[in-house]
């Protein structure tokens, strides 16, 4: 597709937010404004989009921001535009402030969305993939994760100091809701001795017998990674388990909402950078629907239904790799 008459870009942010989402803000305003268009934010996600809480962003309004973890936008999970009306409310809001284009920042329910009001309302429209879960089909990365993962290394290191003072087991519970990302990451880097997922058979004689063995070796402590699944409270579930079947005490640690803030990571600050400035170029090149995807290395795009699908399988070889590096 050639150049399109787009004159100015619509701001969302959708979903939980991650560390980064301001980065991208930041990018796609100064891209946006550089390249002679009018930038637009809304507030509080879809939900903020059809009750028209909408307001024009200038070069000065996100300044200091690319530090900052969370959203300036807000964010927000929208029953409404899941419904025609709610989105044809939303339609109406944005041609109101003769907005012509939409960039979502969000997760792979954000993109359905997007992608239906495309549909229905032929709006130029691109997504960014942010989500600390790393969890959507179609890109290796999502804006976030690096933060959350480092984020949830510290807090297990520091674990790791207070459970080896006690000959202590702790199971800790990591977000990510079912995708396992979070949890190899933070248990490779960690030294976790196990790693239990909300969406597999827990394999609870494996795991007994791996603390046992490493206790009897001399270890003072070891330490299990969860992920929470559809809710948080797994490692309630493990402890109890692990003591009535196999004696074993463990002390439970939930990490939660303390890995979704802070200050974004280099590699975060960076890609949302780039994925906020190819979001507005595309959409100018006419390329949209448009995700914005990172693949072998590289920040570029990809059609929307490549990017719609939950990215929940996770490598047998990195459970393996987890246990032999603790043995
Ligand atoms: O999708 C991001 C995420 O942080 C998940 O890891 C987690 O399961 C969920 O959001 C928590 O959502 P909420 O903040 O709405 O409780």
């Known amino acids: 597709m050639g150049q399109t008459s787009i004159k100015s870009v619509g701001i969302l942010c959708s979903g939980g937010d991650s560390p980064g989402m301001n980065c991208a803000i930041r ?20 939900q903020g989009l059809i009750d028209n809480q909408i307001r024009p962003l200038d070069v000065s309004s996100v300044g200091n921001i690319i530090q900052r973890g969370g959203t300036i936008l807000q964010t927000s999970r929208s029953k409404d535009f899941m419904t025609a009306e709610g989105r044809a409310k939303a339609a109406a809001n944005l041609r109101e402030h003769n907005i012509d284009s939409l960039i979502v920042i969000g997760g792979n329910g ?19 993939p ?8 179609g890109t290796e ?20 100091d207070t459970a080896s003072s006690h000959d202590r ?27 239990v997922f909300s969406k597999q058979e827990i394999q ?15 270890k003072n402590s070891s330490i299990i990674i969860v992920t929470e699944g559809d809710k948080p409270g797994l490692a ?22 303390i890995q979704r803030g802070g200050a974004p990571s280099h590699m975060d600050r960076f890609i949302a950078s780039r994925m906020g400035y190819l979001a507005v170029k595309s959409l100018l090149d006419g390329n949209f629907p448009l995700v914005t995807v990172y693949r072998d290395g590289h920040v570029t795009t990809a059609p929307f239904i490549e990017c719609v699908q939950d990215k929940l399988g996770f490598d047998k070889t990195e459970l393996e790799l987890v246990r032999l590096l603790s043995i």
Do not use: W
């Not at 199971?171 to 001795?193: D, F, K, Q, W």
């Open 27 to 46: 990018a796609i305003v100064r891209t946006a404004i550089g390249l002679g268009l009018n930038a637009f934010g809304i507030q509080r996600g879809y």
């Open 110 to 128: 954000s993109f359905k969305g997007a992608m239906k009001f495309y549909e229905e309302h032929g709006i130029p429209i691109a997504g960014i």
């Open 130 to 137: 942010g989500t600390i879960d790393n969890d959507i089909s």
């Open 141 to 160: 990365y999502t804006i976030g994760f690096d933060t959350a993962v480092q984020v949830a290394i510290e807090a297990v290191d520091r674990i790791r």
């Open 169 to 195: 087991t702790f199971l800790v519970e990591v977000m990510g809701r079912n995708s396992p990302a979070i949890a190899v990451h933070v248990a490779v880097c960690t030294g976790a001795e196990n790693i």
């Open 204 to 218: 609870y004689e494996k795991i007994a017998e791996h603390i046992k063995r490493g206790m009897a070796r001399g």
């Open 236 to 257: 309630y579930q493990v402890q109890t388990t692990l003591q009535q079947a196999f004696k074993i005490d463990a002390h439970v640690c939930i990490l939660g909402h």
